[in-house]
Antibody
């Protein structure tokens, strides 16, 4: 079964750090571009970051640029999101997701269940 | 950044009726790289339509997508009880990828 499972969410103080993980299974992880998308509870979806299949290229939403770092370990079939200098407005459910086809721009066909990050003192 | 505007914000219909959801882009969407997602409470989004009009795997044929350029439509031909949810459009042809704000389809 093709699956993405996030972990690492939780409560963190403003200015703090957190690292999210996303474990992939059931497909050739190293062939797919991967993304993080977040959603404030009750609000819409917002794209956060993207990494290409071999990890050599990344991009970020302006709201997280310079604070968040996306990375991947293809040997471990795992995607990461290192979040530093966290702010209250980063509070959201974070989803990992993949492009539908390998090595190309595509819609997001597989999503994890999400992990909640709460930034509060 | 391409801004996607969905309308209406909320659509109240009854099972068996036809639903028409709109997504308008602030500039032309490259190669019709437009997708639609369905999201139910407490669940992750599910891909319904990609390439503006192609149904994703396992999606019933009552769901259809159309449009090009800046105007796109998701149509649900006959609403089933499980179709009441929030629907998002997304463009994935131009970075950064962007989502519309969503249309909530509720039971009348």
């Amino acid at each position: 079964e093709v699956q993405l499972v996030e972990s690492g969410g939780g409560l963190v103080q403003p200015g703090g750090s957190l690292r999210l993980s996303c474990a992939a299974s059931g497909f050739t992880f190293s062939s797919y571009w991967m993304h993080w998308v977040r959603q404030v509870p009750g609000k819409g979806l917002v794209w956060v970051s993207r990494i290409n299949s071999d990890g050599s290229s990344t991009s970020y939403a302006d709201s997280v640029k310079g604070r968040f770092t996306i990375s991947r370990d293809n040997a471990k079939n795992t995607l990461y999101l290192q979040m530093n200098s966290l702010r209250a407005e980063d509070t959201a459910v974070y989803y990992c997701t993949r492009d539908k086809e390998p090595h190309t721009y595509d819609a997001f066909d597989i999503w994890g269940q999400g992990t909640l990050v709460t930034v509060s003192s | 950044e391409i801004v996607l505007t969905q309308s209406p914000g909320t659509l109240s219909l009854s099972p068996g009726e036809r639903a028409t959801l709109s997504c308008r882009a602030s500039q032309s969407v490259s190669s019709s790289y437009l997708a639609w997602y369905q999201q139910k409470p407490g669940q992750a989004p599910r891909l319904l339509i990609y390439g503006a009009s192609s149904r994703a795997t396992g999606i019933p044929d009552r769901f259809s997508g159309s449009g090009s350029g800046t105007d796109f439509t998701l149509t649900i031909s006959r609403l089933e009880p499980e179709d009441f949810a929030v629907y998002y459009c997304q463009q994935y042809g131009t970075a950064p990828r962007s989502f519309g704000q969503g249309t909530k389809l509720e039971i009348k």
